[in-house]
């Protein structure tokens, strides 16, 4: 039946400057305060998609540019460590940078700077989103179709989800959930998967490794 198909997707992120810039920790904080939501979601979201995210020190760009371009390890590690999926929304996980930073702040005897040139520019996001044209009605076709799937179109359909769909769900288990119980425990495995501390390929891969382990390893 066609409303079971699942149409695979793709998508790229576009950056759009907003002109605000930060020099020191304060003047980040207070941006924070009134800055656009596409912008938390760009600076924490966007950076996998980024082709240098290979590193997986700093989870977002806030860590990134606190630590080397102010120097603190401290306030970096801790913005590294906030994993945006535990946040009802964007104005909760807002709310969170702001108390860390606000914290240090507070904790600091002077505020660091980084040198001109250095500041930290805000970017807002605007997600562009591409019909593959590829469809599946089979959850066991997934298995192949997964491997072959862009890192957009993984982003789109396990991270983006998130911002579209309420309780912080991907697609995979939203489709799935339409099979009235069949795939429950394959469902169970996917919301399993954080996709925040990895790259996109390897959120792909342990997506895959969740299919064959259904399909293929007697759990179906």
Request: with cysteine.
């Amino acid at each position: 039946m066609e409303e079971t198909n699942f149409n695979i997707m793709d998508c790229a992120l576009i950056a759009i400057a907003t002109g605000e810039k930060a020099q020191n920790l304060r003047e980040l904080g207070d941006y924070l305060k009134n800055t656009h939501q596409g912008c938390l979601y760009y600076h924490f979201w966007g950076a996998h998609l980024h082709s240098h995210f290979d590193d997986l020190e700093f989870q977002n760009d806030f860590a990134i540019w606190t630590s080397r371009k102010l120097n603190d390890s401290k306030i970096s590690e801790q913005l590294s460590l906030i994993d945006p999926n535990i946040y009802k929304d964007m104005e909760e996980l807002r709310t969170e940078v702001i108390e860390i930073i606000e914290q240090q702040l507070y904790e600091l005897e002077y505020v660091p700077w980084a040198k001109r040139g250095q500041e930290f520019h805000f970017i807002r996001s605007q997600i562009v989103i591409f019909d593959t044209g590829v469809f599946v009605n089979d959850p066991k076709d997934l298995l192949k179709r997964i491997p072959e799937m862009s890192i957009g179109s993984i982003f789109y359909h396990f991270i983006d989800s998130r911002r579209r769909l309420p309780d912080n769900r991907n697609d995979f288990s939203v489709w799935l959930d339409r099979f009235r119980n069949k795939y429950t425990g394959l469902i169970k495995d996917l919301d399993m998967i954080d996709p925040y501390f990895t790259t996109l390929n390897e959120l792909r891969q342990d997506i895959n490794t969740v299919f064959i382990n259904y399909f293929e390893g007697g759990t179906a």
